[in-house]
Structures are given as C-alpha cells and as structure tokens.
C-alpha cells in the first residue's frame, strides 16, 4: 500500500486498519489482514489477504498520520 498526502509527499509512520468483505453475501475476509512492515517512502506491507470465493469484495484501509486520520476503500471484482 501507498500511502501519501495531497500534495503527493509520502506518509510515513502511518497506523492502518485493514478490514474486507463480500457486501452481497454479508461477510468478512476468512482471514484479519494487516500491515506489518513500513517499507519506507510512504510504502506499507499488507499481508494476510485472502479471497475464498469469486465476487465482488472491499478492501477498506483506515489511516491514521499526523494528527488526522482518513480512509480509502477498493472495489475488487475477483
């Protein structure tokens, strides 16, 4: 994951919660995914992402950094 600011400068020390699902059969991911290395340059290591069915699924990253925190959520159609 990559994470930056408006301006596109990097954000680093960032905590991320990372939470999925399947909206049309009302389900999480089997799995707690999570990041587990910052790699640096506004980069983060996501590990523990796994799909067990085809679908459409969400991927939501709450962002905390600097005092202020926002959030992003990916439509995944697998």
Sequence with gaps: LHVETPEGAPVDDAVIAVSGGMPEHNHGMPTE???????????????????QMGGWWTITFVIDAAGQQDSVTFNLKL
């Design 33 to 51: 995914p999570q990041v587990t290395e910052a790699l640096g340059n506004g980069d983060y290591r996501v590990e523990g992402m796994q799909f």
